[in-house]
T-cell receptor
Framework: KNEVEQSPQNLTAQEGEFITINCSYSVGISALHWLQQHPGGGIVSLFMLSSGKKKHGRLIATINIQEKHSSLHITASHPRDSAVYICAVFPYGGSQGNLIFGKGTKLSVKP | KAGVTQTPRYLIKTRGQQVTLSCSPISGHRSVSWYQQTPGQGLQFLFEYFSETQRNKGNFPGRFSGRQFSNSRSEMNVSTLELGDSALYLC?????????????FGPGTRLTVT
């Protein structure tokens, strides 16, 4: 079993829909990272959080440390949101780079 | 401020050869981490350098090595290439060594081993 599980693996939505991507992990963590990867490979950090909730524009990330679960929400989705969204965790005792990654959720938003 | 740069962007090598990839972090960043991304395994941590010292290493064979120079630029080397080493190699830089320090990713080097 992977230490970081994401669901769904693939997601197709219509423009304007509200989207939720889930991430569950089995290890104790210091923090959790949400990343966005566009075709071509470039990765952008969206959020880094260790508790509660963060919001940036149409994106919202939440984490429940007790339940070992995080969600990424996209409100009013747009075709430019089409990308792979990756959840990654910093395990306790790990250092800066030692992330454990989920397999990613491929999102396609249709106009 | 210039972002993280990686060279070369694309590379084709033959089995048994060796390869060196380069990563230049954002100016002022002292921590560089390397990752391998394959369709089967996804993203996996290779190693992390801070102030010219390897701080952490992922579960990869000794054929994978790296180093960091005094200007924080980093290189990774893969010797005796295997077909399974074909992947996108990404580096990321951050200011220091702390977990909550944001990482900035480079565009990656796509390595194909034939």
């Amino acid at each position: 079993k992977n230490e970081v599980e994401q669901s769904p693996q693939n997601l197709t939505a219509q423009e304007g829909e509200f989207i939720t991507i889930n991430c569950s992990y089995s290890v104790g963590i210091s923090a959790l990272h949400w990343l966005q990867q566009h075709p071509g490979g470039g990765i952008v950090s969206l959020f880094m959080l260790s508790s509660g909730k963060k919001k940036h524009g149409r994106l919202i990330a939440t984490i429940n440390i007790q339940e070992k679960h995080s969600s990424l929400h996209i409100t009013a989705s747009h075709p430019r949101d089409s990308a792979v969204y990756i959840c990654a965790v910093f395990p306790y005792g790990g250092s800066q780079g030692n992330l454990i990654f989920g397999k990613g959720t491929k999102l396609s938003v249709k106009p | 401020k210039a972002g993280v740069t990686q060279t070369p962007r694309y590379l084709i090598k033959t089995r048994g050869q060796q390869v060196t990839l380069s990563c230049s972090p954002i100016s002022g960043h002292r921590s560089v981490s390397w990752y391998q991304q394959t369709p089967g395994q996804g993203l996996q941590f290779l190693f992390e350098y801070f102030s010219e010292t390897q701080r952490n290493k992922g579960n990869f064979p000794g054929r994978f090595s790296g180093r960091q120079f005094s200007n924080s630029r980093s290189e990774m080397n893969v010797s005796t290439l295997e077909l399974g080493d074909s992947a996108l190699y990404l580096c990321a830089s951050s200011l220091v060594h702390k977990v909550m320090d944001e990482q900035y990713f480079g565009p990656g080097t796509r390595l194909t081993v034939t």
